[in-house]
């Protein structure tokens, strides 16, 4: 693992997921940008001395040198935006696996230079979109997919969040320092840190892509230099139209992200904090409510999902969803077998790239006077 030590948040949620289902486990770890604070909370999750690494580059360099049944399999990034691109590369570079959390860099262009190393190398690299990984968001892309609504028509998300209302980073707070700090986060605050979560859940259910956009972002805290909220009109590729809204100054919301879609027959509708249900919705039936571990769902649903209906799933299940698909991904290759589709569906490089080119279409939008802009990948 490469960042995520004391104090630090993502990291840890990592942890819990990737123990899960007993597939992986921490080897070895550069957890801080500070040497000694990263060996102190290596120490803290019992790594060796000999792994428990004062950067990223000792630990790819050293981690190589190791016989292959030894060193690690792959490298988790938790860094802030700024810091995911370097270790990625040289990771590729020596040969390992990744999994990286989102957005998967600073820039488009560094987006697309991590795509063609994943190309040439052959590896694999995961890329934590952690809403993906719940049961019922596999059970609505499934039934999108089955045509169950008919063609698609409409697609509303919104991700309201509160905690940046205030200027907390002023006070010293980490999360929110590098968030609104342009250098760190990269050219968008709200849209690149949530946004782009609903830009790829709505892409995931609807198995549609956003083709033009429509943007207004906006500074609500003043003298932040990045968008804290937004809200962003959309078309897909199928000419069905949308909206995304996103906020970190929706004072009193925890993260109530929350997706509807509808077809010519009828719709879903599914709230992350009540992520073991899912309403379904009919022009011409009543509307029925499917609930996670029950026998009626789809197979997809069911393979992501761990206990018996009525015994709560939630954010960690999800997580560890992603990193479940990717270890079997992972065993199956080493063991020379064709991983199944079950196994392949977590996100990969190339949602990496889309997140990064909604944050920058995003951007140019919000800058732009003109009604509608061509989505550029
Ligand atoms: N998938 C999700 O739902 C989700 C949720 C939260 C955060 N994130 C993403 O996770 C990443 C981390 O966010 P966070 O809130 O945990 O940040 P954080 O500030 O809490 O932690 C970042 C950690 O990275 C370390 N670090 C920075 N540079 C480093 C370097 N060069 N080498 C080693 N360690 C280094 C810091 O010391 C710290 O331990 C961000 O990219 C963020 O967008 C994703």
Redesign the pocket.
Known sequence: M????K?????AVHRIAANIDGQIELVCG?????PE??KESGKLLFLTEDRNYG??QEMIEKESLLPVDTRMHFVTI????F??YA?AMLALEHGFHVVI???ISLTLAEARKLEEKVRETGLTLCL???YSGYPMVKQARQMVKDGAFGEIRKVLVEYPQGWLSLPSERDGN??SS?RTDPARSGISGCMG?IGT?AAQLAEYISGLEIAKICADLNIVVEGRPLDDDGNVLLKFNNGANGVLVASQIAAGEENALKIKIYGEKGGLEWHQEEPNTLKVKWLDAPSQIYRTGQGYLSQAAQYNARTPAGHPEGYLEAFANIYRNFASTLQALLAGEIPTADMLDFPGVEDGVRGMAFIENVVASGQSDQKWLDFKV
């Open positions: 490469i960042g995520g030590g104090n630090a948040f993502i990291g550069a957890l801080s940008s500070d604070t990263a950067s990223y938790v860094t802030p935006n810091a995911h270790p959390d989102k957005p934590t979109y952690t980490k999360q590098w840190d979560h």
